[in-house]
């Protein structure tokens, strides 16, 4: 079945601007988390939804949003870009919510650049 | 101080070796702690999950220890591959208090396997 795919794959964005990035889901997974990657700093969590809802968040600032629609596909928005918000933004998607032992499968990433 | 720490940063083994990650933590409660390895411009890929009443999971080559009373689990590469050069990310699911979760990550250890 089709893996997790994400839109768009690079992106390229001024300070002050603001950014809708997209996630889709296999098949069935009802949870999708997202997450930065930076060189510095590695993979930080954000968010995850389930079933339309937030049920974890991590230390990001409220610049930093989402949601999920009811067919279990997710956005990501982050207003008022910052350099520092230049990353690869991934997502994974999941059967049921992160507290439980089930295995994530994350998407390619979304390049974000900042300039 | 980052509340999960990998050794070593970077490893260079011989194809055909074996080779042991290390991962030590210091956060509490967790539910889960899990490993992905992740090739360069790619997302992670899950190699094991074990929960804190589990000690050990295997996945083919790959072999996981957790040892809840030290804090420290371990992921042992058997026989290792060229295409094992990756990071490998040691990540825990913490539990943050009113029912909310969230994953912390290590910084990863970075493996080459040289022929």
């Known amino acids: 079945k089709a893996g997790v795919t994400q839109t768009p794959r690079y992106l390229i964005k001024t300070r002050g601007q603001q950014v809708t990035l997209s996630c889709s889901p296999i098949s069935g997974h009802r949870s999708v988390s997202w997450y930065q990657q930076t060189p510095g700093q590695g993979l930080q969590f954000l968010f995850e939804y389930f079933s339309e809802t937030q049920r974890n968040k991590g230390n990001f600032p409220g610049r930093f949003s989402g949601r999920q629609f009811s067919n279990s596909r997710s956005e990501m928005n982050v207003s008022t870009l910052e350099l520092g918000d230049s990353a690869l933004y991934l997502c994974?998607?999941?059967?049921?919510?992160?507290?439980?032992?089930?295995?994530?499968?994350f998407g390619p990433g979304t390049r974000l650049t900042v300039l | 101080k980052n509340q999960v720490e990998q050794s070593p940063q970077s490893l260079i083994i011989l194809e055909g070796k074996n080779c042991t990650l290390q991962?030590?933590?210091?956060?509490?409660?967790?539910?889960?702690l899990r490993w992905y390895k992740q090739d360069t411009g790619r997302g992670p890929v899950s190699l094991t999950i074990?929960?804190?009443?589990?000690n050990t999971k295997s996945n083919g080559r790959y072999t996981a220890t957790l040892d809840a009373d030290t804090k420290q689990s371990s992921l042992h590469i058997t026989a290792s591959q060229l295409s094992d050069s990756a990071s490998y990310i040691c990540?825990?699911?913490?539990?943050?208090?009113?029912?909310?979760?969230?994953?912390?990550f290590g910084k990863g250890t970075k493996l080459s396997v040289i022929p």
């Open positions: 074990m929960t804190f009443s589990e």
């Open positions: 990540v825990v699911s913490l539990y943050s208090g009113a029912g909310s979760y969230q994953l912390t």
């Open positions: 991962c030590n933590y210091t956060v509490s409660p967790f539910s889960n």
């Open positions: 994974a998607s999941s059967l049921v919510n992160l507290e439980h032992s089930s295995e994530q499968f």
